[in-house]
């Protein structure tokens, strides 16, 4: 049903922001209107970009399975995010092997750029991400540690459950999100402490 009316959603609201961006181009330079467009067009995006998260999270996953390369994967997430404003004071690092891992390619990097935001907005000034490729045998690791607070023992236990969040605009479906997607690649998600405070995010991916 979620994925239903997501669905009916955002065909209006697409027509609906176009319509405001015409009546906005109609504006005279300097009109005192054109905020106010601004602004209604920024809450449409908001609202499209969580209909996007809950058709992700309401429809089963199902996997279209290739030989993904981990660091083509890294290098994909982090151009996709280099205009988010969340990274404008985070240094990121990429480190480790290249291993292949069975998995969608486009799934993938919604796993991680989920991560990575989170990251991002764990951290405040000089946030640190350092993402480790650790290769194995029959699976291989993806780790990311942040310098940011780390998480709470009360909040450790809700981490994974849909809706819970504790940003002010945050959705809470990342994380559960997250973990469906890589269930569906036969991997998983683990949430630590990280070893010098912040936290460790390690996700483990079967090898192709
Ligand atoms: P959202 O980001 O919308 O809040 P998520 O499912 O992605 O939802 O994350 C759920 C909660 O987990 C966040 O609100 C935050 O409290 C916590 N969290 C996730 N990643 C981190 C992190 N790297 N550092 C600190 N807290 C985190
Ligand atoms: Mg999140």
Redesign the pocket.
Known sequence: MAAVIAHEIKNPLTAVRGAIQVIGGRLSAGSRDAPVVKEIVARLDALNDLIKELLLFARTPQPRFGSVSLEGLMQMTLDLLAKDPAFASVHLSVSGDAPLVKGDAELLKIVFQ?LFI??A??TQEHGEIRVMIVPGTTTHEVRVV?N????PAD?REK?FRPF????AR???????TARRLLEAHGGSIA?EPGEHGG?A?TVTLPAS
Do not use: E, H
């Open positions: 989920n989170n990251a907005q764990a942040d940011g607070p780390g998480i909040v981490l819970f969040t504790t940003k945050g959705t809470g479906l990342g994380l559960s949430v936290t995010v």
